[in-house]
């Protein structure tokens, strides 16, 4: 009779790293992810963005051996067998007991040494990636590797491309060692703790904090969310949460008790306070100053902008903004007519200079700019004032001064309604005022239309036939190219769509204003 054989479960690199943000997330990646939801599409445009970076960079180990990571076993033998080539290695895994590790380089250094090279494609090392790093080392050493170093290689954020782009001086190697080994001490406690969680069936006991949002979002904070009562503090505006995790048992302090716990004086949560003890409402004289502060013409604006990893354009930093699309309605007066001019680069130049002279075009010296939020815009233009000088006069004197943001009536709670106070988007706001559907709301949704430009316009179109994963032996390489090109003018189609439905939004927003300025 044949045995069904049973397998411990490992405790893996990036689980380790779960395990020390939550206890919880830990498990049940291990004993029930499918209560994890999948990714959207968003986070795994970045995680591809990610995966190119590393390729990028593994170019500057030009004799390493990229090991297959698709099958487990094979990638954990052929990495005990390369060893012994002493050249980099990229993606080896070494396995010990019921730990495993794969990381990004192992390159051999002296007659029997290796450093660990972890890649990252942010600017700078975060305590997550020493973690990351502290987590190998502690694997390779028990299978018996002896590491010398560690260095975490990111993006340099002061590389400025100039021709073709030069990948010895887009990446930068940090040397992390000594901070790897303050970490050293208690990872051993703190793996078993991790086992001990791996090795169980039943669900740890957890707590709602701080980390259910750092390092990173916890993809099953809603789950745990949920279980606390309404009108508990942490349904507070994301900007005031930091002071909520102070109080401790938040679970049950209620938001109407919050007076209990600051002073009037001091209480970054008063407004909000009164709002859910008083109901949902506005403060008509503050609405109406807002109202009675819009000098026409005015021009309701939406500049959207990315913020690419790999700089496409000469000129350009790692992550610099490119604005690459605006929206504007213009209104000369309270009931008049009003017009529309837009912009939205075709992703092949460098779009900054064009859109900026544009927007200078039609936006007059007099009047109110209005935009949802501020503080966007005036971040897209202060960057663009720091490259194009002869526009930085117009941009400081003329245009900034002028910006006046619809989003400080919600945020400082003038209207306000508490099941939607709470979020910081215009799509979650505009559903108060006007007659609006899911789909039409999901045409105004900021971020994905930038991940749509970055994605198919912004890229090169022979880099997205490249990546399409039709059969080439079926299909001809003009006919990908076509059904590329064809992708590409539908999504900037939409995107001229959805930018235009942005700025309608505000004028909603602001006539529902009106509206409630003229109520008795």
């Known amino acids: 009779m044949n045995e069904k054989r049973s397998y411990k479960k490992v405790l893996t690199k990036s689980n380790y790293l779960l395990g020390l943000q ?5 498990w049940v990646k291990l004993y029930d992810k499918t209560r994890i939801p999948a990714p959207d599409d968003f986070a795994m445009y970045r995680f591809g963005t990610g995966m190119r970076t590393e390729d990028m960079a593994k170019t500057l180990f030009p004799d390493g051996i990229d090991i297959p990571r698709e099958d487990f076993l094979e990638n954990l033998k052929q ?17 010990f007991d019921q730990l495993y590790s794969r ?5 051999p250094v002296n007659e029997d040494e290796w450093d660990i090279v972890e890649m990252k494609s942010a600017t700078k090392v975060k305590e997550v990636n020493l973690h990351d790093v502290s987590f190998q080392k502690y694997v390779y050493e028990k299978c018996g590797l002896k590491i010398r170093k560690s260095f975490v290689m990111h993006i340099n954020r002061d590389y400025e491309r100039s021709g073709d782009l030069d990948i010895s001086k887009l990446f930068v190697q940090t040397e992390v060692t000594e901070d790897i080994k303050k970490l050293e001490v208690g ?16 669900i740890p006991k957890y707590i709602i904090g701080s980390h259910c949002t750092d390092p990173y979002e916890c993809p099953i904070k809603r789950e745990c969310w949920a279980e606390l009562p309404g009108g508990n503090i942490l349904d507070y505006y994301q900007k005031n949460r930091i002071q909520c995790f102070k109080l401790g048992d938040f679970g049950q302090v209620k938001i109407n008790r919050i007076p209990e716990y600051y002073s009037k004086e001091h209480n970054p949560f008063q407004k909000q306070a009164v709002a859910v003890q008083e109901g949902n409402g506005f403060e008509k004289r503050v609405i109406g100053k807002f109202f009675d502060e819009l000098k026409y013409p005015v021009y309701y604006l939406d500049i959207r902008a990315i913020n690419p990893a790999i700089p496409k354009f000469d000129g350009m930093r790692p992550y610099q903004k490119i604005a690459f699309q605006f929206s504007l309605h213009i209104q000369t007066g309270p009931h008049s007519n009003i017009s529309h001019v837009s912009f939205l680069s075709d992703g092949k130049t460098n779009p900054r200079f064009l859109l900026l002279k544009i927007l200078k075009d039609h936006i007059g010296s007099d009047g109110t700019i209005l935009v949802f939020d501020k503080y966007k815009e005036s971040v897209i233009l ?20 002028r910006i006046k943001s619809v989003w400080e009536v919600f945020e400082n709670f003038h209207y306000f309604d508490i099941e939607k106070t709470l979020n910081h988007s215009i799509q979650f706001q505009l559903p108060k005022f006007c007659d609006i559907t899911d789909k039409d709301l999901d045409v105004i949704d900021g971020e994905h239309r930038q991940l749509a430009y970055e994605k198919w316009v912004h890229t090169d179109i022979d880099e997205l036939v490249a990546e399409s994963k039709e059969d080439e032996s079926e299909i001809s390489l003009d006919f990908k190219k076509g059904v590329v090109e064809e992708k590409v003018e539908e999504v900037r189609k939409d995107l001229r769509k959805k930018s235009r439905e ?11 204003f009106g509206k409630i300025v003229e109520s008795t």
Request: with cysteine; glycine share 2%.
């Open 22 to 26: 939550c206890s919880k997330l830990l």
């Open 79 to 95: 990495s005990t067998e390369l060893l012994k080539k002493r050249v980099p290695l990229f993606e080896p895994s070494f396995k």
């Open 103 to 107: 990381g990004d380089v192992l390159v």
């Open 187 to 202: 990872i051993k406690e703190r793996i078993e703790t991790m086992l001990e969680i791996v090795n169980s069936k039943e």
């Open 382 to 401: 202060r960057d663009l004032a720091k490259t194009f000088f002869s526009f930085k006069p117009w941009i400081y004197d003329s245009v900034l001064p």
């Open 502 to 512: 942005e700025t309608l939004s505000l004028i909603h927003i602001v006539d529902a």
